[in-house]
């Protein structure tokens, strides 16, 4: 009998499980990608800071 012909293949939760853990590898895969591609985006200049004119506040 070989681990292939095992009665663990023909049990449902077998199969739930490893479909499972296939999907958490998927979607762990996806966000690595996505969160890669954000920290090498080329980074965006800060907005500048609106300028106070000093003299309209002493008035």
Same mark, same amino acid.
């Given at each position: 009998?070989?681990?292939?012909?095992? #009665?663990?293949?023909?049990? #449902?939760?077998?199969?739930? %499980?490893?479909?499972?853990?296939?999907?958490?590898?998927? !979607?762990?895969?996806?966000?690595?990608?996505?969160?890669?591609? !954000? !920290?090498?985006?080329?980074?965006?200049?800060?907005? #500048?800071? #609106?300028?106070?004119?000093?003299?309209?506040?002493? %008035?």
């Amino acid at each position: 009998m070989s681990l292939l012909d095992a #009665p663990i293949w023909s049990d #449902p939760g077998t199969w739930i %499980v490893l479909g499972v853990s296939l999907l958490f590898i998927v !979607v762990g895969a996806a966000m690595h990608y996505i969160i890669m591609k !954000v !920290v090498r985006a080329p980074h965006s200049a800060p907005a #500048p800071s #609106p300028i106070k004119n000093t003299e309209e506040s002493h %008035v």
